[in-house]
């Protein structure tokens, strides 16, 4: 079974920006994913339109968590004035990019967490 995250980004302008980062090639729909359907209900009667976001693809079944960290991370930290053109990145993530990732965010993460 192949399973990934997914990050949906809500903005009030009505709009749904998917981070999917499973099947780089192919055709991404937001019919597709399994929350959609869930976010139309939950922002009733508001119809809103949902984009599909280019980003970092994962080249097994087991990365997707490590991106969508890394996703939320540079969203909140790094590219909010660039929103949502920051993301048009499809490259698959290595393992030494999920590396970096860990070893610039854990300790960010513990210190907040207050773990030395």
Known sequence: MITNSSL????????VYILDQLFKEGNKNPSHCRLTSVIESALLPIKPTFDMVNCNQQAETWECGYILLQSMFDFVNVYQKQFPKMWNDTKEVT????????KELMPILF?????P
Do not use: A
């Open 111 to 115: 210190d907040g967490l207050g773990i």
């Open 95 to 102: 393992d030494e990019d999920i590396e970096k990732t860990l």
């Open 8 to 15: 949906y980004l809500i903005v009030p302008i009505r709009r």
